[in-house]
Each structure stands twice: as structure tokens, then as C-alpha cells.
């Protein structure tokens, strides 16, 4: 199996191994945040959220970050990415307590939902600096030549950490709900969250202060210079086309899987089940997390496949034509069935399109600039998402079916097709893939 080829591959490097031990806390102490704040927020047996509530939600969490990812990008560029995750984990670690606190003992209208908010807000954008500062760290845990192989076996740990955090959490709530109160439970999934990052910062620690660069040390920045070192950044890009096609790529396609992510929500929480029906919501929408998430492993392992053969340009065209394909078939038919399928499919195709433009990024962006490039990414990535969801709150119904929507998402994602195709000609979309087993370079 190509998956385990890689990992044996990459794991002979000291340095990979550790990073890679911090990528799994981290991911899966976030998957275990995200379902303690759906919980509380979503499948409160009070509430029948809609695509205007979940929209809301979406933005509290991820726009901020959004708007501020520029000015605090360039501290992946300026200092210790090492120190980054270490003292991003256990900021994370107490916030996750507070909310369990909070949350435990209710959260009335007023200066407490604000406290909560605020928490989780914070919570979530320093989840997303993290993960910035994962993906600059890579390229010095690996050879040049392994960024496919290192982007197709990574990204198999954040699906892989979400399912085992995720299905840990969502049992869990599942378990506690009928012996203990909301509140008590939600709050048990906010500290075991919380635990989840403290362990993460621990394993940070095993890796040395200046292993993950970045390369030289400058000196302090001012806001203005912030500005200007987001500006180069953007210059880089303009330069570097495969990498910056590629995240404008990524961003169109994030509208349309994030507009189906908000109805497929909807459609398990009011569409096959009424408001009462709360564990049956969280139950199927569990396995529909862990069938996705199973997607998103199976590309990791056919990703450097179908891309050995048919190049990176092709297998990008093939996933945005058949996302638009798996839309209309089996996704519009509004059963159980058929949105299991169309998700799987979608999260292989999904996640083959997010490797691909990871290995893009990594292959043709320089080192001092890839802090800023992988935070403007995940700007582009969360934005995406608060836009897709605003649009959702807009076209969709509350129980999230509607067939006209998910025909007019099929021909965004050809549109997307079409675009990357024209843009995309005559461009090195290879590079970064040569070899899967080049010579190693020692890493300590």
C-alpha cells in the first residue's frame, strides 16, 4: 500500500516522527472542541438550528482568524515555529478548561455567552495559527523531493486523528446523555479537549527549539511592516503561479463543499429526525463524520497513484468533475444511503484536491515565505467556509433539502474544472512528486 510505502519512507527521519506525534494531539483535541461546541450549540434539545445559526457559528469561530491571519502570520516567519506550538497548545489547554467551567455551570444570556463565545473564538483561530505553523515546519523534517509523499501521508493523520477524536467525543456524549445533564456533559468534552492539547505541547517539547526553522532570524516588525511582509508575500505568489492558482483553486471549491457540509448538517438534524431527537441526530451524523473522514484516508493512499500516472493537472480536473457529478447522483436523492455514498466519494475527491495544492505550496514557495503563504491559505480555507455557510443561510430551507441547490453546486465545481484546466496549461504542477524514495537526509 502506497500510504504505508510513505509513512516507512518518511519515518526514518527522527524529526518527522515527532511532528508527526504533535499533528495527532493537536487534531484530535480539536475534533473532541468541535463536537463539544456542536453539541452545545446544535443539538440542544431546546433548539432547531438553521442555516443561519450554523452560518453564525462558522463565523464566530473562523473569521476572526481570517481577518487577523496577515498580522500574526509573520511570527511563523520571525520566531522558534517550536516555541509557536508549544505556547499556542497550552494557551488552548486553558481555554479548553475555562469552557468546561463555564459550560458546567450554564451559560445565561449576558456577559457570560459573550465569555463563552469569546473562548471558543479564540480557541478555534489559535487551532488554525497551529496548523499554519505544522505545514511551514514540514519541509525541514523531509527532502525536497518528498513533499507529494509527505502530503499524501500527513494529511491521512488529520482524518485519522479527527475519526479516533471525533468518535471518542461523540460517544462519549452519547454515553453521558442520558445519566448526566447537558451542561455536565458538554463540559466533560471541553476538558478532555483540554487534555488533548496539554499533551500535544508536551510532545512539542521533544523537538529541539530551532529544528522547524524558520531559516534566519529577523528582527521585530512593526504593523506596517506586517503589512508589507503580506504584500511580498502575495508578490511571491504572483511568481510562483502553480502555488497561487492553486489556492484561489482551493477557495472555489471550499464554497460549494462547505454550502452541501451546512444542508447535509441540516438534513440529518431536521430533515430525518425532529427537534426532540437529539442522540439519533448526533448518532447518524457520527457515522456520516466517520464515512467521510474514511474518504479522506483512501485519497492520502490514491492520491500519489493516480498522480504518478496521470499528473497532478489531470487528477485535479478528474476531482472537481466528479464532485459535480456525485452532487446530483447519489447526493440528490435525500437518502440515508445515498448521502453516506456521495459523502465518502466527495471526501476522497475533497481531500485529493486539498494534498494536491498542500504539495503545490511546499514544492514552489520559498522557506521565508511559508509561514505567511500557509496562513493566507488557511485564511482563504476558513473564509471560504464563512462565505459558503452565509450563502447557505441565504438558498437553503431549515430542513437543508433542496434539489435545485445541490444542481447549481454541480456547476460551480465544473466551472472550477473549467477555470483550472484553462489557467492551469503549461504549468510544472509535478514538481515537489519526483521520487518516492529519494535519498534521505538526515534529520536530529
Not at 456577559?111 to 487551532?127: C, D, H, P, Q, R
Not at 466551472?415 to 510544472?428: D, H, N, P
Request: charged share 15%; hydrophobic share 55%; proline share 4%.
Amino acid at each position: 500500500m502506497e500510504f504505508v510505502r510513505g509513512l516507512r519512507q518518511l519515518w526514518r527521519y527522527p524529526l518527522f516522527r515527532r511532528l508527526f506525534a504533535v499533528r495527532i494531539a493537536a487534531q484530535a483535541a480539536d475534533a473532541v472542541l468541535q463536537v463539544a461546541l456542536a453539541s452545545y450549540v446544535l443539538f440542544s434539545p431546546e433548539h432547531q438550528p438553521d442555516a443561519a445559526a450554523i452560518a453564525g457559528v462558522l463565523a464566530l469561530t473562523l473569521l476572526p482568524f481570517s481577518v487577523l491571519g496577515p498580522f500574526v502570520s509573520v511570527v511563523l516567519d520571525r520566531v522558534s515555529r517550536r516555541q509557536v506550538l508549544v505556547i499556542t497548545e497550552i494557551i488552548q489547554c486553558v481555554l479548553g478548561l475555562g469552557l468546561a467551567a463555564i459550560v458546567s455551570g450554564g451559560v445565561s444570556d449576558g456577559g457570560e455567552k459573550v465569555i463563552f463565545y469569546g473562548g471558543v473564538l479564540l480557541a478555534m483561530s489559535l487551532n488554525r495559527f497551529l496548523l499554519a505553523a505544522l505545514s511551514a515546519s514540514l519541509p525541514h523534517t523531509i527532502n525536497p523531493d518528498e513533499y507529494l509523499v509527505a502530503n499524501s501521508v500527513v494529511p491521512t493523520v488529520g482524518p485519522a486523528a479527527v475519526i479516533i477524536g471525533g468518535g471518542v467525543a461523540a460517544g462519549l456524549r452519547l454515553v453521558l446523555g442520558g445519566r448526566v445533564s447537558t451542561g455536565t456533559a458538554d463540559a466533560v468534552l471541553f476538558a478532555l479537549a483540554a487534555c488533548g492539547f496539554l499533551v500535544g505541547a508536551m510532545l512539542s517539547l521533544r523537538i529541539g527549539r530551532t529544528l522547524l526553522g524558520p531559516d534566519e532570524q529577523s528582527e521585530r516588525t512593526r504593523a506596517a511592516d506586517v503589512v508589507r511582509g503580506l504584500g511580498a508575500a502575495v508578490r511571491h505568489l504572483a511568481q510562483r503561479r502553480e502555488a497561487g492558482l492553486g489556492l484561489i483553486m482551493i477557495g472555489l471549491h471550499r464554497i460549494p463543499y462547505g454550502v452541501v457540509t451546512v444542508a447535509t448538517i441540516l438534513v440529518y438534524r431536521n430533515y430525518f429526525h425532529t427537534v426532540g431527537e437529539v442522540n439519533a441526530a448526533i448518532g447518524e451524523l457520527g457515522v456520516l463524520a466517520l464515512v467521510t473522514g474514511i474518504g479522506f484516508v483512501l485519497a492520502a493512499a490514491v492520491t500519489p497513484i493516480v498522480r504518478h500516472r496521470v499528473g497532478a493537472r489531470s487528477w485535479m480536473i478528474i476531482c472537481f468533475v466528479g464532485s459535480a457529478v456525485l452532487q446530483t447522483f447519489p447526493g440528490a436523492t435525500y437518502t440515508r444511503a445515498g448521502i453516506l455514498v456521495a459523502a465518502f466519494l466527495c471526501g476522497v475527491l475533497a481531500q485529493a484536491i486539498k494534498i494536491n495544492v498542500d504539495t503545490f505550496v511546499q514544492a514552489h514557495v520559498d522557506d521565508d515565505f511559508k509561514g505567511r503563504v500557509f496562513v493566507i491559505y488557511d485564511m482563504i480555507f476558513n473564509a471560504a467556509l464563512v462565505a459558503a455557510a452565509g450563502i447557505g443561510a441565504l438558498v437553503l430551507p431549515v430542513n437543508g433539502r433542496s434539489v435545485p441547490v445541490l444542481v447549481i453546486i454541480s456547476g460551480c465545481y465544473l466551472i472550477t474544472g473549467v477555470i483550472f484546466a484553462l489557467l492551469g496549461r503549461g504549468l510544472a504542477w509535478d514538481q515537489g512528486a519526483e521520487s518516492l524514495s529519494g535519498p534521505a537526509r538526515q534529520h536530529q
